[in-house]
Each structure stands twice: as structure tokens, then as C-alpha cells.
Nanobody, 122 residues
Framework: QVQLVESGGGSVQAGGSLRLSCEAS????????MGWYRQAPGKEREMVAT???????TYAESAKDRFTIYQESAVDTWFLQMNNLKSEDTAVYFC????????????????WGQGTQVTVSS
């Protein structure tokens, strides 16, 4: 099992920046993909950014050139740096981890954090 905890959300003016953090615990060595998703009120959850253990990254078109997913020294922690925030970025942001099928694990598993609120005002 993997447990995820997000932090770093808050309220900012349009054009401002925030950095979200995700701390993983449990069987963290099984994580193949780490990422960030968001969900606005009444909307479906959408992918914002993902990063594989091999270093490949993917961004939503709305996040490209403004957001960055990255890690520092701690391998069980990853971040989402958000710059030039816009009102449409307002949402609850969720940390995500994926364990892909392998010789040891037969089924794909997705793990989720509890979410952290980001509010951007104009």
C-alpha cells in the first residue's frame, strides 16, 4: 500500500505562484508514475502533470509552460511548481501514484491523496 499527503495549497492573486508538495509513505519503491490531478466544483477530475521513474513528463495543455513537476533529494516527495496562476486554475489538487503491472504485481493500482485547495482570484 501507498499513502499520499498533499500540502501547499492556498489563495493567491492571478499571476502569482504556489508550490504543492506530495509526501509518499508505505511501499513507495513500487511507484512507477507520480502525478498531479485537479478537480473544480461540479467538474470531472483532470490530469495536470505526470512523471515516470525514468524521467518522462507529461503536462495538460493548460499547464504547459506554467507548471513544473519535479523532485529534489527525497525520492518519496514530489512537487508541482505553479507559476502565472489564472482564475481557471482554481480547484482541489490531488497527488497521484501509479503501480504498473509487473512480474511481481499482476494488476495496476492507483493511489490518491486527500486533496489541497488552490484558489486564484482576479
Amino acid at each position: 500500500q501507498v499513502q499520499l499527503v498533499e500540502s501547499g495549497g492556498g489563495s493567491v492573486q492571478a499571476g502569482g505562484s504556489l508550490r504543492l508538495s506530495c509526501e509518499a509513505s508505505g511501499s513507495t519503491y513500487d511507484i512507477d508514475i507520480m502525478g498531479w490531478y485537479r478537480q473544480a466544483p461540479g467538474k470531472e477530475r483532470e490530469m495536470v502533470a505526470t512523471r515516470t521513474i525514468h524521467g518522462g513528463v507529461t503536462y495538460a495543455e493548460s499547464a504547459k509552460d506554467r507548471f513544473t513537476i519535479y523532485q529534489e533529494s527525497a525520492v518519496d516527495t514530489w512537487f508541482l511548481q505553479m507559476n502565472n496562476l489564472k482564475s481557471e486554475d482554481t480547484a482541489v489538487y490531488f497527488c497521484n501514484a501509479v503501480r504498473l503491472p509487473s512480474a511481481r504485481w499482476n494488476n495496476r493500482r492507483d493511489f490518491w491523496g486527500q486533496g489541497t485547495q488552490v484558489t486564484v482570484s482576479s
